[in-house]
């Protein structure tokens, strides 16, 4: 049993499609959405890809790196800051700002902004298949 999903970016919709089941991390944990899910609405967490399976079995990650997620009727909508699919991601960018990050790490272990800015790029390399090296799994 299918649903339409929609994922929305200020740049405009990334995805749009039918699907079997939706997985996002959201603050109160990770939650699978399915067709005849109960209203919701969380607030998502960019620590983990956001999973779309498809119809036809294929499973699509999506890094969305913070947003919210809308269950509603026959309908699930992401709607994000950031959302790119594996084919927008440019792998040479995110490596190189987890470099940078981890350089300010090395010397500020608790800076906020380098934590973030890793934690976006080890999901930008996760979601591009490309183990974010040295990541906590």
């Known amino acids: 049993m299918a649903f339409r999903v929609e994922l929305v970016s200020p740049e405009g919709s990334v995805f749009t ?5 939706v997985l996002a991390r ?8 399915q067709q005849g899910h109960v209203p919701f ?6 620590t983990g ?9 294929t499973v699509v990650p999506v ?15 992401i709607l994000s800051d950031v959302a790119e699919l ?5 792998v040479a960018r995110a490596e190189a700002a987890r470099d940078r990050a981890r350089a300010v790490l ?3 272990p608790h800076d906020e902004a380098a934590l973030a800015a890793q934690t976006r790029a080890n ?8 183990r974010a090296a040295g990541a906590a799994h």
């Open 17 to 21: 499609g039918e699907a079997t089941m």
């Open 86 to 90: 594996p084919d927008a991601i440019d």
């Open 41 to 46: 609405i969380g607030v998502l967490v960019g």
């Open 106 to 108: 090395q010397g500020e």
């Open 63 to 77: 890094a969305v790196h913070s947003g919210f997620v809308q269950v509603s009727g026959d309908a699930v909508t």
């Open 123 to 130: 999901l930008r390399l996760q979601v591009a298949g490309r």
């Open 49 to 57: 890809p956001v999973k779309v399976w498809l119809v036809d079995g």
């Open 26 to 33: 959201t603050a109160e944990g990770e939650i699978a959405f």
